[in-house]
């Protein structure tokens, strides 16, 4: 981003949002920027606030207290025309045609009947679904369906790409298939928020993170910046041997002869090194690495795995 971007009104604000159920609050006190033309990641485990604060943005929800901004104001229906949502919970017609199903969306986006049979016979191309234009939605694989649904969220060229979970249950081919496909939007302008599980997506697309657990921001800004705050470089050793517990590093894992080392304050490559060497340790391999969001991801999440999503 130059100077100038970082100067400019992010397209999206979020300031001192809380949001309660009840007498539960799932969300405090949260604010962050998202700013046109970037890919944001919403990053956090199931229940960490995530598809609340997206549907308090779009107005579905209202908010306990704060301000949620997209173009510097409120959300209301007419500016659907100038975004794309792609929810995690999937809302196409199922005993209804692909081909007419996408032109019905189509229409409701703005598009002229032709230009949307158009656009979306192209798309089908594209994502090698020419053969199922005359099948119903409900004949269709759920990874088939969520292309679809994709495409039903793209074809208008929306500002504001929001995305949750866009990839889920693809296998690699496709998923790198519709990663292409985000990042095109994103080249033709789109500002793209991400919700994804996919570290390596994140990494791969994305300018700034949010990490989000218990309706908290625990980690905010460039991926290199969330990296350095968790530590930044890591030492990956391949050796023999035993490797000595050392007050220049931290051990993060161990096993079948590899190993990753988080350096302590002070510490670099020369002293580390010396350091196994001189414990007897047949290093076989030493790289220096950033810690990766993966395990940025556990360090924060851990182990949870709650069902509910709020």
Request: net charge negative; proline share 3%.
């Amino acid at each position: 981003m130059t100077s100038s971007d970082e100067a400019s009104e992010p397209l999206v604000h979020i300031k001192n949002f809380k949001m309660d159920f009840g007498d539960k609050t799932v969300i405090r006190d949260l604010s962050f920027d998202v700013r046109a033309g970037e890919t944001f990641g919403f990053l956090g485990s199931n229940g960490s606030g995530k598809t609340t604060t997206l549907r308090a943005l779009l107005g579905i929800h209202r908010p306990t207290g704060g301000v949620l901004h997209i173009g510097g104001r409120n959300f209301e229906p007419r500016d659907g025309s100038r975004l794309g949502y792609l929810p995690e919970e999937r809302g196409l017609y199922k005993k209804e045609k692909v081909l007419d199903v996408m032109v019905y969306f189509g229409r409701l986006k703005g598009l002229a009947k032709t230009h949307a049979r158009a656009w979306s016979l192209n798309y089908l191309e594209r994502v090698g679904l020419t053969d199922k234009a005359a099948v119903r939605l409900d004949k269709l694989s759920s990874g088939q369906q969520q292309k679809i649904q994709l495409g039903v969220t793209i074809m208008n060229n929306p500002e504001l790409l929001i995305l949750d979970e866009p990839t889920k249950g693809f296998d690699p081919v496709n998923r790198r298939l519709l990663m292409d496909i985000i990042e095109e939007n994103k080249e033709a302008g789109a500002t793209v928020i991400m919700v994804t599980h996919q570290m390596e997506e994140v990494e791969r697309l994305c300018d700034r993170v949010i990490l989000l657990k218990d309706g908290v921001s625990r980690a905010y800004g460039t991926v290199e910046e969330v990296q350095e705050q968790f530590g930044g470089t890591t030492y990956r050793v391949a050796y023999k041997g035993t490797l000595p517990r050392s007050r220049l590093y931290d051990l993060i894992h161990e096993g079948n002869g590899h190993a990753e080392l988080s350096p302590r304050p002070g510490a670099d490559e020369a002293t580390v090194l010396e350091e196994l060497v001189r414990a007897g340790v047949a290093v076989r391999s030493f790289t220096t690495a950033r810690v990766s969001l993966d395990e940025i991801f556990v360090q924060v999440y851990g182990e949870q795995h709650e069902i509910a999503e709020v």
